[in-house]
């Protein structure tokens, strides 16, 4: 079966740094990607790694570990509009290109 | 960038009718189309996997005749929930991904769709 574990809430203060875990168990792993998803709207890419190491891109950088099934999202410069859910999802077989996702994790930046 | 529709937004019926919600791709051709439903709180769950001018592959546990998948051209996939219970009030989103992409397994998602059966 699969598995993903994330913390459920996270709590932030604005301009601080954030790092958001993931650790997975898929049967087939392709890569994995972190999207945002504000409350009532739908995912949003942030970030794609199918080799291990870190992936920046502006505030938001990605890791991969794969012989450990682990990721993190790292958040730099917080701000208020990153309040939302953080979804960690494995890419599982690349002919049907099946996203896993697990309940995600839902920042809450404060000021 | 990629953008995917979903129309309606949001839509109320009534239990027992059916519902038809569309996704398209607006700027690209969508070899692939998946639709997902959330319930609050929830994960995105994968509901079925279609790809242009075949039948639709529906994950475990999902009904292929109440939810009925239609991927006629490449720019354009129905989901049509049928007779509607109150089960059935949730978010559905779809997604779609290209065929020739330099991110090739991004899926691009729509704003999702709000059912609410009375």
């Known amino acids: 079966g699969q598995n993903i574990d994330q913390p459920t809430e996270m709590t932030a203060t604005e301009g601080a740094i954030v790092q958001i875990n993931c650790t997975y168990q898929t049967s087939g792993f392709n890569g994995l990607f972190w999207y945002q998803q504000h409350a009532g709207e739908a995912p949003t890419f942030l970030s794609y790694?199918?080799?291990?190491g870190l992936e920046e891109k502006g505030r938001f950088s990605s890791f991969l570990s794969r012989s450990k099934g682990y990721s993190y999202l790292l958040l730099k410069e917080l701000q208020m509009k990153d309040s939302a859910s953080y979804l960690c999802?494995?890419?599982?077989?690349?002919?049907?290109?099946?996203?896993?996702f697990g309940t995600g994790t839902r920042l809450t930046v404060i000021p | 960038g990629a953008v995917v529709s979903q129309h309606p937004s949001r839509v109320i019926c009534k239990s027992g009718t059916s519902v038809k919600i569309e996704c398209r791709s607006l700027d690209f051709q969508a070899t692939t189309m998946f639709w997902y439903r959330q319930f609050p709180k929830q994960s995105l769950m994968l509901m079925a996997t279609s790809n242009e001018g075949s039948k639709a592959t529906y994950e475990q546990g999902v009904e292929k005749d109440k939810f009925l998948i239609n991927h006629a051209s490449l720019t354009l996939s129905t989901l049509t929930v049928t007779s509607a219970h109150p089960e059935d009030s949730s978010f559905y989103i779809c997604?779609?991904?290209?065929?020739?992409?330099?991110?090739?397994?991004?899926?691009?998602f729509g704003p999702g769709t709000r059912l609410t059966v009375t």
């Open positions: 997604s779609a991904r290209g065929a020739a992409k330099s991110l090739s397994y991004e899926q691009y």
């Open positions: 999802a494995p890419l599982l077989r690349t002919g049907a290109n099946n996203l896993f």
């Open positions: 790694n199918v080799l291990d």
